[in-house]
């Protein structure tokens, strides 16, 4: 039982070079989330897919594309990588139901440098 | 938009001792819910609230839901140093994350 699973763990990229970080979850979840995580920032929300074929936008999208590939997967991709997307990004999923909604699931991060 | 503040932002405890964070709303949250990470590690969910004035217990932790859903508290109780790592409050609607505490413990 996996539960989220990112790839990869680590990633080095110079200014300018393009990126898709992975997500998959096995959990049949409906509605799966891209957080980053800065020191002293807390978790700000990226992109999120309520269910399988739609996407919107979270609170900082800017620099980001997301794809809802399937149920399972939910990559996020960065066209042109800047040293400001130097953090640790986070997927997450949840079983979302009519009036009540339970934990998040996390992945357990993709930590990205930008040089 | 929704903004969710907590406060303290750093808890430093002997061991042994009570804690406690604070998490407020700018707008009534239909529920709650708590998360906790260590440090390198990942956000780890512990509870949801729903009700207006619920309270839930975990062994040591206390999670509160304020009367007007706008605010919540987690307290725990003589802390260890399995509690170390940064609590998390997050409102419904794209679970909007609070800035986090985070907990130390002296031993």
């Known amino acids: 039982n996996a539960g989220v699973t990112q790839t990869p763990k680590f990633q080095v990229l110079k200014t300018g070079q393009s990126m898709t970080l992975q997500c998959a979850q096995d959990?049949?979840?409906?509605?799966m989330y891209w957080y980053r995580q800065d020191p002293g920032m807390g978790l700000r929300l990226i992109y999120y897919?309520?269910?399988?074929?739609?996407?919107d936008k979270g609170e900082v999208p800017n620099g980001y594309n997301v794809s809802r590939l399937n149920k399972r997967e939910f990559s996020l991709r960065l066209e042109s990588a800047a040293p400001s997307q130097t953090s640790v990004y986070f997927c997450?999923?949840?079983?979302?139901?009519?009036?009540?909604?339970?934990?998040?699931?996390f992945g357990s991060g993709t930590r990205l440098t930008v040089v | 938009g929704q903004q969710v503040m907590q406060i303290p932002q750093y808890q430093h405890v002997q061991e042994g001792e009570d804690f406690t964070t604070y998490c407020n709303s700018s707008?009534?949250?239909?529920?709650i819910q708590w998360y906790k990470q260590r440090p390198g590690g990942h956000p780890v969910f512990l509870i949801q609230?729903?009700?207006?004035?619920e309270v839930k217990k975990q062994k040591r932790l206390t999670f509160q839901f304020g009367e007007a859903k706008k605010n919540s508290s987690l307290h725990i109780t003589a802390t260890q140093t399995t509690d170390v790592g940064t609590y998390f409050c997050?409102?419904?609607?794209?679970?909007?994350f609070g800035t986090g505490t985070r907990l130390t413990i002296i031993p």
């Open positions: 997450a999923s949840i079983l979302r139901t009519r009036g009540l909604n339970y934990g998040y699931t």
């Open positions: 959990m049949n979840h409906n509605s």
């Open positions: 897919s309520a269910s399988e074929g739609t996407t």
């Open positions: 707008t009534t949250l239909s529920n």
């Open positions: 609230l729903v009700k207006s004035g």
């Open positions: 997050a409102g419904y609607e794209k679970l909007t």
